[in-house]
Structure formats: structure tokens, C-alpha cells
């Protein structure tokens, strides 16, 4: 067999054997992602196979390289392999159209960023409800449900407070409500800690812990041990491959 006949796609291996009661949110079988530059092929995935279940804290870690923010595009339906098979919460999304995988990441993923992507000029509650008004929710009904976002990670009184009005830790409370606001299968926080102290720091990490105890799943990229130790699970990806899986019996 040749070198680089170790590089092309081979059949999925049969999928673990979970739990009747087991609910995946996220299945990836055989998952490539290949790049051209030039008559170069770049393979940034190499045949992943992941499960992330109902309920599940899972941190992804890797150095640059790895083929971690690869794998994070990929389960945020921001891009799509070139070979295998990925299933969100039931939908095979793995070949949808743009728009389709528009929809689904507003329906489906919340999604939380190291940077918060707020509207400076617009308080709170408006940063909340947006992705309900790309869902075409009545007016009414979408403040009433990023005012409950805001309440459920502790932010109530500040909701008609601007992001410059508010301290980083309370501005990523608000890219969590926000996320938190359509109620989606898959809690999706990339580097969440990466642009805080470590006051907030610890501020974020307890309000996950505790959207992990109120069932949330979540699925959080990082690069630092500490953060990563707040799951379930640490997923390490090395050379676009997973390269071991860490079930912290303490969590």
C-alpha cells in the first residue's frame, strides 16, 4: 500500500454501541476536509468519528494546526466536509444547500465566541432576540424571550444597557443568552474565555457548569487546560485525526 493511499477516505467504522436512552445530537462518521492550494491537497480532517449526546459537556482541544477550528466549523454547519457523514439533532446536514444550513444553525446551534459579536448601539434585550427576528418571531413574543435569556443568566437588570455599559464577563453573559434564546439542540462556545480575566473568567465557566446541570449540551473548543477541565470529556485532535478521548470520572 503507498503513503498516500493512507490519505484517501475509507469506509466508516461501525458506530459505537450507546444506551437505548442515549439521544446524539451530534454524529460525525468518517468526516474529511480536504483544501487545495495549488496541486497540493491539504487533508485537515482525516476519517472523524464523534458522538456528542444529550446533555453531554464535551471541551475539543488541539494545537494550532491540529485541525480543531476545522472540526468547530464543521459541527457549527459554517462549512462542510468533503467526505463523510454528519447528523445535528437528527438532520443529516452533511451535503444541505447554504441556506438550508443557514436555517439550521439559527434553529439549532447557539453559538458563543471569544469575540462577542454584540451591536455596540443596541441594548441587551435587542442584542438577545436577534436570532429570533431572523427566525421572523412576532415582535412581542422575541423581547419577552431575550428578556427570559437575559434573567436566566443573571443579567435582568441590564438588559437595556448597552455592551459598552458592561463589563466583558457580562457582555459574554450576553452572547450566551443570545445563544441560549432559541432554545437550540447544541450549545457551540468557541475560545469563550479568551478575551477575559480570570475573574470572569471563572464568572463564564460557573454559568456553563451550571447550563450543564440544567441539561444543556455543550460543546466548547479551547486551548487551555484549565477550561477544558470543566467537561465531561476532552477531546484531543492532532494531525486532523482524534487522537484520544479523557472521560474525567470526577465530572
Known amino acids: 500500500m503507498s503513503a498516500d493511499s493512507l490519505l484517501e477516505p475509507v469506509e466508516a467504522a461501525d458506530p459505537p454501541v450507546q444506551p437505548v436512552d442515549a439521544y446524539p445530537v451530534l454524529q460525525l462518521r468518517n468526516v474529511w476536509k480536504t483544501y487545495a492550494t495549488g496541486a497540493v491537497q491539504v487533508h485537515a480532517l482525516r476519517?472523524?468519528?464523534?458522538?456528542?449526546?444529550?446533555?453531554?459537556?464535551?471541551?475539543?482541544?488541539?494545537?494550532?494546526?491540529?485541525?480543531?477550528?476545522?472540526?468547530?466549523?464543521?459541527?457549527?454547519?459554517?462549512?462542510?466536509?468533503?467526505?463523510?457523514?454528519?447528523?445535528?439533532?437528527?438532520?443529516?446536514?452533511?451535503?444541505?444547500?447554504?441556506?438550508?444550513?443557514?436555517?439550521?444553525?439559527?434553529?439549532?446551534?447557539?453559538?458563543?465566541?471569544?469575540?462577542?459579536?454584540?451591536?455596540?448601539?443596541?441594548?441587551?434585550?435587542?442584542?438577545?432576540?436577534?436570532?429570533?427576528?431572523?427566525?421572523?418571531?412576532?415582535?412581542?413574543?422575541?423581547?419577552?424571550?431575550?428578556?427570559?435569556?437575559?434573567?436566566?443568566?443573571?443579567?435582568?437588570?441590564?438588559?437595556?444597557?448597552?455592551?459598552?455599559?458592561?463589563?466583558?464577563?457580562?457582555?459574554?453573559?450576553?452572547?450566551?443568552?443570545?445563544?441560549?434564546?432559541?432554545?437550540?439542540?447544541?450549545?457551540?462556545?468557541?475560545e469563550p474565555t479568551g478575551n477575559l480575566d480570570s475573574v470572569s473568567t471563572e464568572d463564564v465557566l460557573n454559568l456553563m457548569d451550571e447550563l450543564h446541570a440544567a441539561g444543556r449540551t455543550i460543546v466548547l473548543i479551547t486551548h487551555e487546560a484549565d477550561v477544558a477541565a470543566r467537561a465531561e470529556r476532552v477531546v484531543r485532535v492532532f494531525d486532523g485525526r482524534i487522537a484520544s478521548i479523557e472521560r474525567r470520572a470526577d465530572r
Open 47 to 190: 476519517g472523524v468519528d464523534l458522538d456528542v449526546h444529550a446533555g453531554e459537556y464535551v471541551a475539543i482541544m488541539g494545537p494550532s494546526g491540529s485541525g480543531k477550528s476545522t472540526l468547530m466549523n464543521i459541527i457549527g454547519c459554517l462549512d462542510v466536509a468533503t467526505h463523510g457523514q454528519y447528523v445535528l439533532d437528527g438532520t443529516d446536514v452533511a451535503h444541505m444547500s447554504d441556506n438550508d444550513l443557514a436555517d439550521i444553525r439559527n434553529a439549532r446551534i447557539g453559538f458563543v465566541f471569544q469575540q462577542f459579536n454584540l451591536l455596540p448601539s443596541t441594548p441587551a434585550w435587542r442584542n438577545v432576540e436577534l436570532p429570533l427576528w431572523y427566525a421572523k418571531v412576532r415582535a412581542a413574543e422575541r423581547k419577552q424571550r431575550a428578556l427570559d435569556a437575559l434573567a436566566r443568566v443573571g443579567l435582568a437588570e441590564r438588559a437595556h444597557h448597552r455592551p459598552g455599559q458592561l463589563s466583558g464577563g457580562q457582555q459574554q453573559r450576553v452572547a450566551i443568552a443570545r445563544a441560549l434564546v432559541t432554545d437550540p439542540a447544541l450549545i457551540l462556545a468557541d
